[in-house]
């Protein structure tokens, strides 16, 4: 079982209107919900794959229940803890004429320590038997910047490798707790340096390296960030790795980072060698765009790319 | 105790952003979450005006838990019928920087003739007691546009006078079912007649006396034309009343009409004269457009329009 950590899990609802009208009421010809959050679009990909895992999260409220009842309903494995605040809401509205999409996202529920801690006792038993875990996405209001760093502690006492994807603080706590794998985008790099990092052809990828390398000597053992269309740059201490889709993909970027991030665990799982790793994440990560909604991804558009990237050594020198 | 029914229910969620990004994901600075539905916030104004009310109405899947749970909150008694779809959300989105609120509604749940005869039982049973009932709103698809007919017909069986706002079809059918008051709107009685009504002066009003008289040869007793800024216009077999506000007030006039409806079905069931119905339901009207949620009103707004608003007779002559 591969285990995906969602603490800040949400119901996104999605609403697609022929021509947005900003100033009045609008009719959305149709209405889409789903569990998100990044660790579920993770668990949905990986589900999708046809990998056992394991979603555990906090829900609370009606919210939080309606997150359970969709997980139920595709029929993925989760174990909640349930806690006294509202799970919180995305909403996007689509607009059909310009193909503009505007986000609204509620904060997460502000949650106890006595209820993060009864999160991680529930963990604590999923990692008996699990063969790798992701961390992903932001923590809700309440729980401390090191949660994440506490819950790769116990991944590691138990045996079990994480990959880590958030930002910030968590970040950097995280990576200071001896992750398998961190997965920063560009954004969080950017963040972590306090410098812009254009990608473009050669210095700009020797900067993205740079950053990376600041989260190894942090304490990660391996740091794969997310280029976008740029595809990924893989920092080991055994090298680097640069992995290019064939050509840029029109669509929905939302999720793209948690297709790559379930690609990063399950190689992680099977320990393949980081080129198979890399080839996998990025045409999970290309397909996902191609898909309309978030966690999920095109089985054809994954072939596809799946043959045609080019993953070489040391791109990032 | 006064009834009041809503048969397409709405969890309302408005989010507040300081200045909106139509093209990129927005962090509301505060969230809102509230039972909606024209039919609900006619019942938290009596409830809020200390009116012993029941609420009725349709719930399905999680979002109408989430409307039960909030009705329970606000300890306003109610008796749902629970369906198999799930019940319709809206969002609003209000935006700091302008002012302007964006609204999208999700249509509701398809609704079973089973689901529908489930609620009339009830329904039925609520009557027995009731002083007077208010059916207000959008019917839900799958209901035929008699629906509110068959409820006014339920009601004179059981001697209860019934207040009706609702719009198209169903208005006119339910017009034809003979209730005490109709309550339609400017927009709801221009697409009775296909011709704009701008109200003004002299010509203006009698153009909607004449409409709202479409009504009363239907068959409703009684016709009361909210129109906005300019009040409300009475049509009765006695004659014609004309309610003003003291001056326009600005605010929100999202769930104005439903106070007045509130008003008119309290007048109603205590058998007020037309002059102090239409003194109490123009307060509440105005009261309401003052106050920033639909469904709520401000008293001391509502104590200053009260006593200065101007009822004259026969002003749509």
Tied chains: 1, 2.
Excluded at 250 to 278: I, M, S
Aim: net charge negative; glycine share 14%; hydrophobic share 45%.
């Amino acid at each position: 079982v591969i285990t995906s950590v969602c603490l800040n899990p949400a119901l996104d609802v999605t609403h697609h209107v022929p021509r947005v009208d900003w100033t009045e009421v609008n009719r959305p010809g149709s209405v889409h919900t789903r569990p998100g959050g990044k660790g579920l679009n993770v668990a949905r990909t990986l589900h999708a794959l046809g990998v056992d895992v394991l979603a555990m999260g906090l829900s609370g409220g009606v919210t939080g229940a309606g997150v359970e009842a969709a997980l139920a309903g595709l029929g993925l494995p989760a174990v909640f803890t349930r806690v006294s605040g509202e799970t919180r809401r995305t909403f996007t509205v689509v607009d059909g004429a310009s193909g503009a999409a505007a986000g609204f996202h509620e904060p997460g529920p502000r949650l106890s320590s006595e209820e993060f801690a009864e999160f991680c006792v529930k963990y604590e038993k999923a990692l008996d038997g699990s063969a790798a875990v992701a961390l992903s996405g932001s923590l809700p209001p309440g729980l401390p910047a090191s949660a994440y760093a506490t819950l790769i502690e116990m991944a590691s006492a138990a045996g079990v490798p994480a990959v880590l994807d958030a930002h910030g603080e968590a970040l950097l706590r995280g990576a200071a707790a001896g992750p398998a794998v961190v997965k920063p985008n560009l954004a969080e790099l950017e963040s972590l340096t306090g410098q812009p990092l254009p990608v473009g052809r050669g210095d700009g990828l020797s900067a993205v390296a740079d950053a990376a390398r600041r989260l190894l000597r942090a304490g990660a053992h391996a740091v794969v960030a997310s280029l976008g269309a740029d595809g990924l740059l893989a920092v080991t201490p055994e090298g680097c790795w640069r992995a290019e889709p064939p050509a840029a993909v029109t669509g929905n970027p939302t999720g793209a980072g948690d297709a790559v991030t379930a690609g990063l665990v399950q190689g992680l799982a099977h320990g393949w060698p980081w080129e198979e790793r890399l080839r996998h994440a990025v045409a999970l990560g290309t397909s996902a765009v191609a898909a309309p909604v978030a966690g999920e991804f095109s089985q054809d558009e994954y072939q596809r790319v799946l043959a045609a990237a080019t993953v070489s050594r040391d791109g990032g020198r």
